[in-house]
């Protein structure tokens, strides 16, 4: 498919007014949710990318931001939109956004386009990689804040805001021990991302605790394909001599593949297999059964991100340099649905 360029094109591929993909794309909250997964898949597939409309603002506007995701595909990305947008809204600015597509070098260029336009600051769920160019927009004296995605050695050199996602892996992993389930296996999201390594590290930490080994074969690691190649992972665990009785999916989508697995094995979840997931994504408390999961607040994610940096601009326009980092770590919560007993 040819790239799209213009707001107009994905309207006409949705079959939907011009105005209702505005909203989607600045994370309004009046549009069906029908119509936002359209729009949402149309952008993903169609190669569009928002920062474009950028172009038709007057170079110097100074109240406008810059929004950096790493994929469409992710649901909970929309929610830390709608959170920026929210906030960004109510203080005057536009929130634009970018799909860098894992790519750090995507990063790159946008930042360079975008600060050609002068925006106000940059909020950037960062893409995976070693070289990571975000540091030279706050060398820049750039307002920045890292929400929810970024590395260990970022928290002492920028802000960040997140939850705390050793306790997300130590408490679901302690309360499916407190269950009674005795084989705890983990579906491990890409551990070049530092969430995963600390949802990973308090798993195991969670085991060790309760007086049990980390068993590597428990262990699943997520494979080139992504989430959906934890299907048959599951599957071949579960066949294996001494299969698990529990999953802890560090991320919802999979969460949902290992549950499709387990019911094509005719498994019954939870009797047979308990499942916890991590997001509280809207899909999660449709599932069949209704998926227990962390509940990131994922929209306050991005309220006080947006916060976070309208604190970085007026702090510069008064000193004429940025504040000191701030790590800002939220609260979660642990929704017990049907999927674990």
């Known amino acids: 498919m040819d790239q799209v360029t213009s707001i107009k094109e994905i309207a006409q591929m949705c079959g939907v007014s011009v105005s209702t993909v505005s909203r989607v794309l600045n994370g309004k909250s009046y549009v069906k949710e029908d119509t936002r997964n359209k729009v949402m898949e149309a952008v993903e597939k169609s190669g569009f990318r928002p920062n474009l409309l950028a172009r038709s603002l007057k170079k110097g506007n100074a ?42 070098g995507s990063e790159e260029m946008a930042y360079n386009e975008m600060r050609n336009l002068q925006v106000a600051g940059f909020i950037i769920c960062s893409a995976i990689g070693d070289e990571n160019p975000i540091y030279r927009i706050r060398e820049d004296g750039v307002p920045l804040v890292l929400v929810n995605r970024f590395q260990k050695e970022d928290i002492s050199r920028l802000s960040t805001v997140s939850v705390d996602n050793y306790r997300v892996g130590y408490v679901s992993t302690q309360y499916l021990i407190r269950s009674g389930r005795k084989r705890i296996a983990i579906a491990c999201g890409d551990t070049e991302l530092y969430l995963y390594t600390e949802r990973l590290r308090g798993y195991c930490d969670a085991l060790r605790d309760a007086g049990r080994k980390v ?10 394909e992504g989430h959906d190649g934890f299907y048959d992972m599951t599957k071949k665990i ?12 560090t991320a919802d989508p999979k969460a949902f593949v ?38 990131q607040p994922l929209n306050r994610m991005g309220e006080e991100a947006m916060r976070m940096l309208l ?16 790590n800002r770590v939220l609260n979660f919560d642990l929704i017990v649905r049907k999927s674990t007993e």
């Open 311 to 326: 604190d970085q601009i007026e702090y510069k326009k008064q000193y004429g340099e940025l504040p000191p980092p701030e």
């Open 215 to 224: 068993d590597e074969a428990l262990i699943l690691q997520e494979p080139a």
């Open 63 to 104: 109240k406008t931001i810059c929004l950096m995701l790493p994929t469409f595909g992710n649901l909970i990305f929309p929610e830390i939109l709608r959170g920026v947008n929210s906030i960004a809204t109510q203080n005057g600015y536009t929130a634009f956004f970018n799909i860098t597509d894992e790519h750090p």
């Open 238 to 249: 579960m066949l294996s001599e001494n299969p698990p009785d529990a999953f802890f999916a």
């Open 258 to 295: 290992i549950m499709r697995a387990l019911h094509d094995l005719k498994l019954q979840i939870p009797h047979d297999v308990s499942v916890v997931g991590v997001d509280n994504v809207e899909l999660a408390s449709y599932m069949e059964p209704p998926l227990t999961t962390v509940g």
